[in-house]
């Protein structure tokens, strides 16, 4: 084909797509092969097309014989595209004004055509570029987002810093997961970033003038190249992507924004690297035919072979992305037959020609790496707006797709031909076995089986009495008393008793009272004055059967029965039999020759409009799944893949699958040294350029650790300097009231670095005793403590008057930890929290070091308000000398310090859970959220350290969920009344406080947590299908991604909730009455 000649069907394919793509707008059909059907009657002409589509939607939709002709038609298409999503404002056409008609065709084609005429872009090229550019300016919005929302980075770099070789994520810089989990599923494959990393572009593009192609196509390629060399060599968590997004977005110019067709996209984003490869395959031929690394790799080729009108035809037929439909299919092979083959075939086998038109597809040649497109989403004529497919579809993690390929065409032919001979017989057995499971003539059906054993025990029943009323004793009543004379019954009462006993002798007419009569128990009618029935027999049983009868009976239904069991089983056994031949049909080595092994799954969540994606990836390496959900890659399991993949589960399904040839190991090995034999791995795979630009970057993150760390410092120093400040301004205080005889205080932690005067400055340096020791007042925290210690000191000098002040305070110590030791062993229930009351149970809870525990004492026994009378104040003054007398290597203070700012973070951690409980108890839900976010992280943080560092964390996640799930039906009802103020809050609280928490639930993929995220957005996917005024539905379709697509960004809450200010008294007090109130987590279910 000379270049004359390929430019003209290159530009016939743009024009026929762009007539493809006109069609479809104006219509709002969907259907490629009945778009292409219109034309092709039509000869082109637009109008005409137009007009056969809305008289054909307007009567019940027939196909036509010669869609199955259109592969023969379009010979030369690259690949086959599943279409965009049609536009949600569909035009109505299908009345009688031909002028409304005429217009929107003129519009249309004016439109388009000065687009191309302007920038020589398409439809469908511009819109790619709606897309970015609404993803551009979201990220955009996202800078003037106020902290609350969920699009910030973390502040501490520490946070954002990659951990060993784990894989970078790449940030959501705007609604663009759909592009993450696109660009990591190419990444993964190692042959393609190698190629794309080792790219250098065209020698010639320096020197002349840029075409259209190349002003696109090789800056994105350069930036896709930083891409993945930061993805290779970062020492970020994950990158950001803006700068290739934003080359998306520059190589085209539109103004308006549509939601994305992410295989479109995925087909354009192969188109431009294919064309960014050409043109070094051009440059580097010698001579020869020139090879596309890109199509090679993702491109194959298939033989369509069909019958039009009993005329046949071949025709071969290249393909990227191969679409396959989902709805009406149960597993991919399904979809993969049905996809394959196309109308009435007979014709095809047979020697007679007929008017029957189909046609097979055959694969020639299959790429390396086999992609399908899972369409799950169709347009709703009626609706007016695409619907998604929620159907369950299962694929296999190893596929052979010996069965299409055009060598096993015969034996295919023959195997699919004794699957329907097999199936049509597997429809007439389960009839017949239908027959025997569901019996019987009325609604209601049941079991043969089980009807012939119901009839059996009926029969064999032994009846309680032969009549209903015959088992009432008529001699005496239930007591064993006699019974009163009745007078005769009237006339009346007579005839309103049942006609069995009526029947019997006692009913016969009579004017003087039976014995029977005179002994009948009294029966009490207190509702119809008539006779109450008396008690039935326990089952039903029949009234008359004989010996022989049942006899008879019994053995014919255990006859029928067997019989019915065992032609039950046979069925049953030929089904299943049929269903194994079925399934091993393709199971012979000759048809396992074929290998593809499952390399990506991508994955979308929500609805046809809005929802978030990512990608399931195998590591071979690792042997095991990743799953690459925008910054956060984590591990998984195919189980989890199954869930989240298959369909019908939290309206999340996959919507494309990537397939890996399994005879090509390039495809995923890592690169060697040519040298050393040593695999290649972070920078060493990165070619010069590279190499310097990962450098560059890791600089810059270093210097922003190195400015947090400095900043950090420096926030500690002045925390210090307050904090000895603070120290001796309350010493000064001090020693101005106290007695005039001198008293040591607590001293700061040495320095040991430090020497001589300056060693002795540090250790006259004053530091304040922890609030929770001691305070200035004899008040709150102080006085309990106070009591405590006194009480151990009364008790220790009751034993032995005689006792020094210092074997006193000896004893009491020994006396007050023997108290605590009992405290913190005790197995008590949540209200009872002895850690609360004292610190010495949090510190034996938690195996403090004994040396923090004897000095801690030491500091209780030392209080200034001990010292009212003599004893208690000698006690406090040795206790405050040995204070003086611990030589700084005796005590670590930092490891003393570390522990008891612990016990602070132990006790803020509680206030902040109790707060929060309260105002969750007071329907405060609003306020209440802040504390119990902030509680669960502090808790689990604590526990991280220890088991009985912090609280239960099962407890906190109840209440953070059920407060999450309380303001989310609160914003729904707002949103539900339609009124504008109550509008704007219920989003406003959605926006400022449920959905940048949805993340916490969701890091830590805790099923409860995961349900009750299903649970809050499924509240909200429910609307779409609803009629609702326009403006609301576009505040709930501005809303929904952010809802959708906030599964792994970083939340960055600046800050905490102040919490106030409690005694330990006081805190115990609280905390024990509202543990007792909701100590208790519900039992939670769906």
Known sequence: MTVEQNVLQQHSQKHQQTLLNQLREVTGTTDVQLLQQALQVSNGDLAEAVAFLTEKNAKVPQQDETTYYQTSQVASDRYISVGSQADTNVIDLTGDDKDDLQRAIALSLEESSRAFRETGITDEEQAISRVLEASIAENKASLKRTHTEVWSDSPNPYDRKRVDTCSVGLKNVGNTCWFSAVIQSLFNLLEFQRLVLNYSPPAQVHDLPRTQKEHRNLPFMQEL?????????????????????????????????????????????????????????????????????????????FLAVGVLEGKKFENTEMFGQYPLQVNGFKDLHECLEAAMIEGEIESLHSAENSARSGQEHWFTELPPVLTFELSRFEFNQ???????????????????????????????RIKREEIRRLKEHLTLLQQRLERYLSYGSGPKRFPLADVLQYAMEFASSKPVCTSP???????????GTTGQQLPSQSTTEQDSLPAAESSGPASAPTTAPTAAQQHRIPIHKPFTQSRLPPDLPMHPAPRHISDEELRVLEGCLHRWRSEVENDTRDLQGSINRIHRTVELMYSDKSMMQVPYRLHAVLVHEGQANAGHYWAYIYDPHQRCWMKYNDISVTKSSWEELVRDSFGGYRNASAYCLMYINDKKPFLIEEEFDKETGQILSGMDKLPPDLKQYVKGDNEMFEKEILEWDTLQARKAQQEKLALAAAAAAAAAAASSTSSPQPMSIESSPPDNSGQGHESQQTQQTPQQDPEYMEQPSPTNDSKQLQEDTERAISRAASEQEARS????????IKLEYARLLRFAQEDTPPENDYRIQHIIVYFIQNQAPKKILERTLLTQFADRNLAFDERCKSIMNVARAKLDLIKPEEVNMDEYEMWHQAYRNFRETTISMMTGL??????????????????????????????????????????????????????AAMFESGEEAEVNTGLGI??????????????????RDLLAVEDMRNRWCSYLGQEMESNLQERLTDFLPKLLDCSTEIKSFHDPPKLPSFSTLELSERFSRVMAAMGRVPTEGR
Request: glycine share 4%; proline share 5%; net charge negative.
């Open 225 to 301: 190249r930083n891409l993945f060399s930061l993805m290779v060599g970062s020492k970020r968590k994950y990158v950001d992507p803006s700068r290739a997004v934003e080359i998306l977005k520059d190589a085209f110019k539109s103004s308006e924004a549509q939601q994305q067709d992410v295989s479109e996209f995925t087909h354009k984003l192969l188109d431009w690297l294919e064309d960014a490869f050409q043109m070094k395959a051009e440059e580097d031929r010698e001579g020869e035919k020139p090879k596309n690394p890109m199509v090679e790799l993702f491109y194959g080729r």
């Open 382 to 412: 009626a609706l007016g707006r695409p619907e998604k497919i929620h159907n369950k579809l299962e694929f296999p993690s190893m596929l052979y797709m010996d069965r299409y390929m055009d060598r096993n065409r015969e034996t295919t």
């Open 469 to 479: 009323v015959e088992d009432i004793d008529t001699s005496a009543p239930p007591g």
């Open 805 to 812: 002040p210092e074997a006193l305070l000896n004893a009491a």
């Open 918 to 971: 309260e105002l969750f108890q007071k329907t405060n839900y609003i306020d209440a959220l802040m504390y119990l976010i902030y509680a669960y992280q502090y808790n689990k943080e604590l526990l991280s350290k220890g088991l009985y560092r912090g609280h239960d964390e099962e407890l906190l996640g109840h209440y953070r969920r059920q407060c999450l799930l309380k303001l989310n039906e609160q914003a």
């Open 990 to 1007: 959605m926006n400022e406080l449920v959905v940048p928490c949805i993340p916490l639930l969701l890091i830590h993929d805790t099923e």
